[in-house]
């Protein structure tokens, strides 16, 4: 039973087209992100959101768009692909307060590929 | 910018050797400390983690020594083992839980 959950695990798509990664995590956790590893593994926030408000918005292109219909779904749209935008994607959730809060839980990732 | 820098970048250590992550911060607004393993096509999981009111935390052969005057932790994984080859990345929280992470150490342990 899968905590965090994204979809799909692999997306090789071209440049230019739209894009959108999926996630959904079942702990009950009010917080939820989404995270960019590179080729050199580097992990680097791009968004933070708390009950479907968004809080942390790192430099990030408009390009990319989060989207969270509830606090357990947090989506990644990503329109007009570079090749640069090459990564894994990771999302992740925690609680904002009390016990747990300092825990990240990570899903699996999306390779995403752009030729 | 980099908010916590880590090294090394990787690391090979034989069976049975202590292998040792260094990282450095300079936001003392910073109030928590936890170290993320990966293995290969997995995402971070938290391996262990430490306030910066203790100098030292222990979990079997993980620990993280925390200086704070220096701004600078390190995790020890002593008797290292095969199957400890992963990546590391050490990280700091800021307010509002958002959590900085290093650029990560490759670890492989030799039989």
């Known amino acids: 039973d899968t905590a965090v959950s994204q979809t799909p695990k692999y997306l090789v798509t071209q440049m230019g087209n739209d894009k959108s990664i999926k996630c959904e995590q079942n702990?009950?956790?009010?917080?939820m992100y989404w995270y960019k590893q590179d080729s050199k593994k580097f992990l680097k926030i791009m968004f933070s959101?708390?009950?479907?408000?968004?809080?942390i918005n790192e430099t990030v292109p408009n390009r990319f768009s989060p989207k969270s219909p509830d606090k357990a779904h947090l989506n990644l749209h990503i329109n007009s692909l570079e090749l640069g935008d090459s990564a894994v994607y990771f999302c992740?959730?925690?609680?904002?307060?009390?016990?747990?809060?300092?825990?990240?839980?990570f899903g699996a990732g999306s390779r995403l590929t752009v030729l | 910018q980099q908010q916590v820098k880590q090294s090394p970048q990787s690391l090979i250590v034989q069976k049975g050797g202590i292998s040792i992550i260094n990282c450095a911060y300079e936001?003392?607004?910073?109030?928590?400390f936890p170290w993320y393993q990966q293995f290969p096509g997995k995402g971070p999981a938290l391996l262990i983690a430490?306030?910066?009111?203790?100098s030292e935390k222990k979990e079997g052969r993980f620990t993280i020594s925390f200086n704070k005057s220096a701004k600078q932790f390190s995790l020890h994984i002593m008797d290292s083992q095969p199957g400890d080859s992963a990546t590391y990345f050490c990280?700091?929280?800021?307010?509002?839980?958002?959590?900085?992470f290093g650029t990560g150490t490759s670890l492989t342990v030799i039989p």
């Open positions: 992740a959730s925690s609680v904002r307060q009390g016990v747990g809060a300092n825990v990240l839980t």
């Open positions: 702990l009950g956790h009010d917080t």
């Open positions: 959101y708390n009950n479907k408000e968004l809080i």
């Open positions: 936001n003392t607004a910073f109030d928590y």
């Open positions: 430490i306030r910066p009111d203790v």
């Open positions: 990280a700091a929280r800021a307010t509002g839980n958002q959590f900085y």
